[in-house]
């Protein structure tokens, strides 16, 4: 049990080089809330469109 917990530590570690630090969250977070923002008008009016099409794909699957 001893080596399989040091067979993770060891092998996350290097993964910690990847993760950015926190002052570069603040950016990309504000980013993704921006691009949500903009896009949230567009998926809005978009969902019931694709609701029409899967429903009428999927009737066509029932009627076959």
Known sequence: MLQL???V???AVPL???IPPIRSFNLFIETVETIIRQTALYTIGAFPR???AFSRIFSSFVHL
Request: hydrophobic share 65%; glycine share 0%.
């Open 9 to 11: 530590a060891f092998s």
């Open 5 to 7: 917990l040091f067979a």
């Open 16 to 18: 910690t080089l990847y």
């Open 50 to 52: 694709v609701r029409l």
